[in-house]
């Protein structure tokens, strides 16, 4: 059981970071980002071939997605959405738009890589620290322990810049950080180039934490999306208390009914969190 | 000429104009009132002054230059600031913390510190609530709020869009002697007002708006005094309760 | 309100005899195309399989298109319904000898019911959280039809084909599916002519508003969305006896979500013409896709591409976009 909780929260800890790009993107933009996971994908590929031709370790490869997924993200978001704004069905145009797009590049990387089931395997992500009767396994405490650490620096940027303090007040009011001078452009803009370096560092923990292929990014998304949902969508804290959470939930559920339906614990989740609290826990009413 | 609005036009999306070739000037350190029926584009004229909205065609001149199509940071910049109708204000961060937002341009912290106690020593309702979340204060301490937001830029040019929708009389009065208050200070006031006969009590001068045009201008005491106007717009106008 | 010109009064008059002629040559062409072997030969049986497809995916974006159209809820769950109508008529073949063509009725309640629950749900939330929510729905059916042993797991359930001599094997298949088109077109049609079409396109543009003019806007959702879901349970069970088998892979994959929004999104969306027109659309670039390319991952290239430069430039579809500039052809203009 305690060895349960313990897999279960260094695993949460990597949904943790992975879910806060996304929940940064729906607060600052209200742009539900469904192609997160296919960008998580695309980042667990570039480490995986920086890992196999260079021999580069997952951490040293994050070095490289993260900027790279940075302007991703920059030239996505300029090239694509002011097209729909003034749009009287903006939020939702804009989901479709993330959705046509995680289409095209989860079918350009079947098309490159195939559909073969792939990982990097640097020698920790097979060992395990003991604790007398307990184990951690290394990999995810590392990886764990990298999430929070750049969990911690976004933090840091949203609430000590000026940058940061501009994005903070995109997400609760739009209008009122027009009106005090916020450039609201540049603001999501930057916002977006984040949530995507976001996903890029949790594609190169994920190349070693887990085997992936081109199609998996729905489960990914959906895992994602559930987890926010739990947590208030647009709250980064909620994020983390979510992944947590969850994280421990399901490693339970599987340990008790079997792996096959341990996502089923995310879905069902999510459908509570809808029936009870649609604005889950940490975050507004407006927003759902 | 302190601000020059010549022949704009303006909408939203793909909809028709709503402002269709509207004139008008104002000067330095006034207080205008601008009224007219449901749908004369008084609040859209505020919207394209601070950037807000695009105009499609015409100029707008703000101390001689020109200033139309600019973004709202950089008109903000330039002293012209906008209080909008909708609650605007960032619910979950503190009175104080309001303020120091509304000088989000101003990189001096020194200097945001210092207007920021200037302004909660002003307005006591503010001040006795600097550590209350914004979202708890009542809609006529919004207001205020809003207004002393506004004010954290030392603006030139101040537009108030319907200061008194939805307060109770009390409340409004409040609100209204800030508005006076603003003139005091050299702020040139641009104010849209419901209850046509409060913002004419406050105003010196006033524009009637109808259709997305200038219909007619002058004192607004003589506005007031003036049937012809009372009849064609104040009648039509809802007043608030 | 703008009074209707005497002009514009002509106009869409003409446009109604129009529209009848272009229903009934089209009804006119359905019955005779199975009765066309002597004249097709040996493509006889592509040319029903192909139609037989199309008509599926007429259904499938039609009813999509009661929910993310009219009342502008976009649902990417929708095909769960899809798969629980054929697992039914598939379940109740292999274990009581029931023909799915008989039992594709009792699909489509079944649907229905099912549709009503999960709107009971769904519904609760708006705009992004919903989307999220339909997208949720799908994937745990997937994961449940996935590990269902009773229903073959990931292998699923192989049916029998009905005792029907080979040449005409594709026929009745295609008779049930025009069949169910036919009756998902009427279903648009009939909702975009009613009270209930009204309210769902006066909560589509401002819900709070619809609320405030009284218009019990949770009902009307639910009912939408409910009715979405009855004939994609129909064409399912119709669509597994076809296939000889039921599995999760062709009923519960995110690309035929895809393809439904698609459909309804580039013909334009909350008209009647619009899906039909998308559907017709996208089976032809599908087809010359395969052909082209082969391989099923430049087929999702190619449909995200498309979704992606309709909705930039044609967001309102082929419908939407023709007749904002006043060119929808009167056949065309089935509102």
């Given amino acids: 059981m305690i060895q349960t909780i313990i897999l279960g929260l260094v695993l949460g800890g990597v949904y943790a970071l992975m879910a806060s790009g996304l929940t940064l993107l729906f607060g600052v933009m209200r742009i539900v980002n469904l192609a997160h996971g296919v ?57 479709l738009l993330t959705f046509a797009l995680a289409l095209v590049i989860e079918g350009l990387l079947g098309y490159f890589f195939t559909g073969i089931f792939r990982s990097t395997t640097p020698a920790y992500a097979t060992e395990a620290f003991r604790l007398g009767e307990l184990f951690i396994p290394r990999g995810q405490l590392y990886g764990s322990l990298a999430s929070l650490a750049l969990i911690g620096a976004l933090w840091l940027f949203l609430n000590y810049t000026k940058t940061g303090h501009g994005i903070r007040a995109l997400t609760q009011n739009r209008t009122a950080a027009e009106i005090v001078g916020v450039n609201v452009r540049r603001a999501s803009t930057i916002s977006f180039g984040i949530g995507m370096a976001l996903a890029g560092a949790a594609g ?68 509570a969190i809808l029936l009870i609290r649609p604005q889950g826990l940490f975050g507004d009413k407006e927003a759902v | 000429m302190f601000l020059q609005i010549d022949d704009v036009t303006a909408g939203y999306g793909s909809g028709p104009d709503i402002l269709d070739g509207l004139s008008l000037d104002v000067d330095e350190g006034r207080t205008y009132c601008i009224i007219g029926p449901n749908g004369a584009g008084k609040s859209t004229l505020l919207k394209v002054i601070c950037g807000i909205l695009s105009p499609r065609s015409g100029s707008i001149r703000f101390r001689g230059e020109e200033v139309g199509g600019l973004r709202p940071d950089q008109l903000l910049a330039k002293g012209i600031c906008f209080v909008p109708q909708d609650p605007s204000l960032f619910p979950k961060m503190t009175v104080r913390q309001n303020l120091v937002m509304g000088a989000f341009l101003e ?24 550590n209350q979340a914004a979202g708890t204060l009542s809609g006529g301490q919004q207001q205020i709020l809003l207004m002393g937001r506004a004010l954290m830029i030392e603006p030139r040019l101040m537009m108030i869009d319907e200061p008194s929708l939805g307060l109770a009389p009390q409340a409004a009065d409040q609100v209204f002697e800030t508005v006076a208050g603003l003139n005091a200070k050299g702020i040139t006031v641009l104010l849209v007002e419901q209850s046509v006969e409060r913002g004419l009590n406050v105003s010196d001068w006033a524009f009637v708006l109808d259709l997305g045009q200038k219909r007619f201008e002058g004192p607004s005491s003589e506005i007031l005094a003036d049937a012809r106007i009372g009849e064609l ?7 608030i309760e | 309100m703008t009074p209707v010109e005497p002009e514009l009064e002509i106009r869409r008059r003409g446009s109604r005899r129009s529209r009848v002629v272009f229903a009934v040559g089209l009804l006119v062409v359905l019955v005779i195309l199975p009765l066309s072997r002597p004249m097709i030969g040996d493509s006889f049986n592509y040319v029903l399989q192909i139609s037989t497809i199309t008509l599926m995916w007429i259904t499938l974006s039609s009813s999509w298109n009661l929910i993310g159209g009219y009342a502008g809820y976009i649902s990417l769950g929708n095909n769960v319904f899809f798969g629980v109508g054929g697992y039914l008529a598939g379940a109740l073949l292999v274990y009581q000898g029931w023909s799915p063509f008989l039992t594709a009725p009792l699909a489509g309640l079944v649907g229905m019911a099912l549709g009503l629950v999960v709107g009971l749900i769904t519904l609760r939330t708006r705009g992004p959280a919903f989307i999220i929510a339909t997208l949720a729905l799908l994937l745990m059916a997937a994961l ?59 909560l589509a543009q401002d819900e709070t508003k619809a609320e405030v003019l009284g218009i019990n806007t949770r009902r009307y959702k639910i009912i939408a969305f409910a009715l979405s879901a009855i004939f994609p349970a129909v064409a399912g069970s119709i669509w597994g006896y076809a296939l000889t088998y039921v599995r999760p892979s062709v009923f519960f994959t995110i690309a035929i ?35 082209r ?22 967001p309102l579809g082929i419908v939407g976009s023709l007749r904002q500039r006043g060119k929808l052809p009167g056949f065309l203009d089935w509102d």
């Fill in chain 3, 257 to 291: 979500a895809a393809q439904m929004v698609l459909m309804a999104i580039i013909g334009g969306r909350g008209s009647v013409a619009g899906p039909v027109i998308g559907a017709v659309l996208l089976v032809a670039v599908n087809e010359l896709s395969v052909a």
């Fill in chain 2, 107 to 130: 990189n001096d912290r020194a200097v945001v510190k210092q207007r920021t106690e200037e302004i909660l020593e002003q307005f006591p309702v503010l001040g006795e609530r600097a």
């Fill in chain 2, 233 to 239: 717009y104040m009648g039509k106008a809802p007043t």
């Fill in chain 1, 204 to 271: 190169s923990l994920l190349s070693f934490l887990f085997t992936f292929f081109p199609g998996q990014h729905w489960q990914w998304l959906a895992l994602l999306l559930s987890l926010i949902v739990l947590g208030g969508l647009g709250s980064l804290l909620g994020a983390v208390v979510g992944s947590l959470l969850l994280a421990v939930l399901s490693a339970l559920v599987s340990s008790w009914f079997g792996s096959t339906w341990s996502p089923l614990t995310f879905y069902l989740a999510l459908f």
């Fill in chain 1, 39 to 95: 960008f998580m994908i695309l980042a667990a590929y570039i480490s995986y071939f920086m890992f196999i031709e260079l021999g580069a370790d997952p951490f040293i490869s994050l070095v490289v997605t993260m900027p790279t997924m940075f302007l991703v993200g920059v030239l996505v978001y300029r090239f694509l959405f002011p097209r729909l704004e003034g749009n009287d069905r903006y939020s939702e145009m804009t989901v």
């Fill in chain 3, 293 to 314: 390319f082969g391989s099923s991952e430049l087929n999702i290239v190619v449909t995200g591409a498309i979704l992606l430069v309709v909705l930039i430039f044609f």
């Fill in chain 3, 144 to 202: 449940v039809f996935d590990n269902w042993e009773l229903v073959g797991g990931a292998n699923g359930l192989s049916l029998p084909l009905p005792d029907f001599p080979r040449e005409w094997v594709r026929v009745p298949f295609y008779v049930a599916m025009a069949i169910t088109a036919i009756g998902s077109v009427l279903l648009s049609w009939k909702v975009a002519h009613s009270k209930l079409g009204l309210g769902l396109r006066a």
